[in-house]
T-cell receptor
Framework: NAGVTQTPKFQVLKTGQSMTLQCAQD?????MSWYRQDPGMGLRLIHY???????DQGEVPNGYNVSRSTTEDFPLRLLSAAPSQTSVYFC????????????FGPGTRLTVT | AQKVTQAQTEISVVEKEDVTLDCVYE???????LFWYKQPPSGELVFLIR??????QNEISGRYSWNFQKSTSSFNFTITASQVVDSAVYFC????????????FGTGTRLQVTL
């Protein structure tokens, strides 16, 4: 099992550019989520999905879009990058966030200039 | 709304010392889950423990132990005989059944263990 994979590992964008952060898991987990980690603020939930075709907003969803067309993949789209979106992004998955721990990907470090 | 407070921003200890990382939480739910995650310098997040609100028994796993006290809304984490490899940022997190898909993290405690 590869677990949770994220690409790219690093990315630099200019303000206004768009891009998609990829996340995939091979554990057949129904639940997937995206977090951002900023210094001194811990991890904050952006969007999550409880299964293919179902997504919902987390704590800080503005500026991001998600979709879940398959169980395996949960991409995060930045529509028009802003410097405030400079952060480390983590994808996570779980059979169920209540009964099982979430497995995290290695993260994507994004810088917006 | 739920909240997790890790008041210790950074702790430095010398190897072999014991160290306790504090975690205080707030939630209106009677059923909730608490977690600890470790983030070593390499950056990945590693799951350490999950505890539900009905299980107040303390847990020991090797050099790690956890003290869950509902009366004080605390879920503290102790490392006994710390080692340099324990150097990391440690996050406490809360998931309550009211917002079952949302894991609320504390801001983390950076632990530095030196020789």
């Amino acid at each position: 099992n590869a677990g949770v994979t994220q690409t790219p590992k690093f990315q630099v964008l200019k303000t206004g550019q768009s891009m998609t952060l990829q996340c995939a898991q091979d554990m057949n987990h129904e639940y997937m989520s995206w977090y951002r980690q900023d210094p001194g603020m811990g991890l904050r939930l952006i969007h999550y999905s409880v299964g293919a075709g179902i997504t919902d907003q987390g704590e800080v969803p503005n500026g991001y879009n998600v979709s879940r067309s398959t169980t395996e993949d949960f991409p995060l789209r930045l529509l028009s990058a802003a410097p405030s979106q400079t952060s480390v992004y983590f994808c996570a998955s779980s059979y169920s966030p209540i009964y099982y721990e979430q497995y995290f990907g290695p993260g994507t470090r994004l810088t917006v200039t | 709304a739920q909240k997790v407070t890790q008041a210790q921003t950074e702790i430095s200890v010398v190897e072999k010392e014991d160290v306790t990382l504090d975690c205080v939480y707030e939630t209106r739910d009677t059923t909730y889950y608490l977690f600890w995650y470790k983030q070593p310098p390499s950056g990945e997040l590693v799951f350490l423990i999950r505890r539900n609100s009905f299980d107040e028994q303390n847990e020991i796993s090797g050099r790690y132990s956890w003290n869950f006290q509902k009366s004080t809304s605390s879920f503290n984490f102790t490392i006994t005989a710390s080692q340099v490899v324990d150097s990391a940022v440690y996050f406490c997190a809360l998931l309550d059944t009211g917002t079952a898909s949302k894991l609320t993290f504390g801001t983390g405690t950076r632990l530095q263990v030196t020789l």
